[in-house]
């Protein structure tokens, strides 16, 4: 079984502890190369995530060193959107779904917003992720754009 969200706690994580949150990250960009080892996405993130203001925020279990649930950030600014917190990625391990880690990690990312002055948070989200889409408007978010991209 796994432990309730209550145990669980929820922290920014630094550039020494970025290893902590390979498994997490992995569960939702598996394929992309910088995911090949845990060496690369720590490298990936520190030293080229983290100068662009890439920060991270995970929850941890008390028994479980790595993190159970993850998510990368950024503060930016647009002249569509003035200073907005934008998420990057949001993951949470899939024997832990459904058990509020996401939730906790939400709702720290609305308050660090909030204290970063920001007038908005968003995200993009896969077209094809319908539970993660049910959790962003179950926390107050809405569809208000399509994202477009090509590859060049």
Known sequence: MVEPSQT???????????????????????????????????QWINQTQRPEGY??????LPEIPDAVA???????HQLS????LYVDDLVTLPPHRSNGHAGLIFDWLVAEARRQGCEQLHLDSGHQ??????????HGMVMKAHHFSMDV
């Open 55 to 60: 920060r991270v925020v995970a929850a941890f």
């Open 8 to 42: 669980a706690h929820v922290k920014e994580v630094g550039a020494e502890e970025t290893a902590r949150t390979y498994a997490a990250f992995y569960a939702l960009r598996e394929g992309r190369p910088v995911m090949a080892t845990v060496e690369r996405f720590t």
């Open 70 to 76: 993850a998510a990368g950030f950024r503060v930016l």
């Open 129 to 138: 992720r319908f539970d993660a889409h049910r959790f962003y408007l179950k």
């Open 81 to 84: 959107k003035a200073r907005f």
